[in-house]
């Protein structure tokens, strides 16, 4: 089975809205950590924002938030605001080793390309 | 600070030969990673080193190998190279072993003929 699930392989978004890009793990461990990455297509993975199994609140960097919900094992990336430089592959990850992840390789799902028309 | 530095950036290879892929991390981290990116299967890990060691390492064949030396640069080598190591080649390092961020590098794409 899968660990994490990126069920969009492609999505659309106006310039200057909100985009929820969706991501479900699977893990029996409690301490893991989620991860999202962009990818441009330069190819290099730029490390967006970062949630540890044991946070209670959802974490935010800038215009990115992570829309935890542990019972349901999702981690949504939400993009406010869009701007044309955030057209890129979009990866969620998971790391089941140490505390919250802390540890371990990456585990990642299979992208959501994303394409902000102007 | 300088980010994480890969070479070559491109490599045309042909089946049988072997290659080795650098990866330089960032200044002061100690803690290497890499993984191999194809279309069909997506970003997989291979191995991680730190101080050295290897302390982790992906499912790979034994084709698939690395090392890490004193100044945490690490090399990668694929021996007998078959089409289906074409790929993205992607490195990344982080300060510790236990660390929450890794940064990676622009990556090495490897193509097999």
């Known amino acids: 089975a899968q660990k994490i699930t990126q069920t969009q392989p492609g999505m659309f978004v106006q310039e200057k809205e909100a985009v929820t890009l969706d991501c479900t793990y699977d893990?029996?461990?409690?301490?893991?950590?989620l991860f999202w990455y962009k990818q441009p297509s330069s190819g290099e993975m730029i490390f967006l924002i970062y949630?540890?199994?044991?946070?209670?609140q959802n974490a935010t960097e800038g215009r990115y938030s992570l829309n935890f919900q542990k019972a349901r094992k999702s981690a949504n990336l939400v993009i406010s605001a869009s701007q044309l430089g955030d057209s890129a592959m979009y990866f969620c990850?998971?790391?089941?080793?140490?505390?919250?992840?802390?540890?371990?390789?990456?585990?990642f799902g299979k992208g959501t390309k994303l394409s902000v028309k102007p | 600070k300088a980010g994480v530095t890969q070479t070559p950036r491109y490599l045309i290879k042909t089946r049988g030969q072997q290659v080795t892929l650098s990866c330089s991390p960032i200044?002061?981290?100690?803690?290497v990673s890499w993984y191999q990116q194809t279309p069909g299967q997506g970003l997989q890990f291979l191995f991680e080193?730190?101080?050295?060691?290897?302390?982790n390492k992906g499912n790979f064949p034994g084709r698939f190998s690395g090392r890490q030396f004193s100044n945490s640069r690490s090399e990668m080598n694929v021996s007998t190279l078959e089409l289906g190591d074409s790929a993205l080649y992607l490195c990344?390092?982080?300060?510790?072993?236990?660390?929450?961020?890794?940064?990676f590098g622009p990556g090495t794409r490897l193509t097999v003929t």
């Open positions: 990344a390092s982080s300060f510790a072993l236990l660390s929450y961020e890794q940064y």
């Open positions: 893990t029996s461990d409690q301490s893991y950590g």
């Open positions: 949630q540890g199994s044991y946070d209670e």
């Open positions: 990850a998971m790391r089941e080793g140490g505390y919250g992840g802390s540890q371990g390789n990456l585990i």
């Open positions: 200044s002061g981290h100690r803690s």
């Open positions: 080193y730190f101080s050295e060691t290897q302390r």
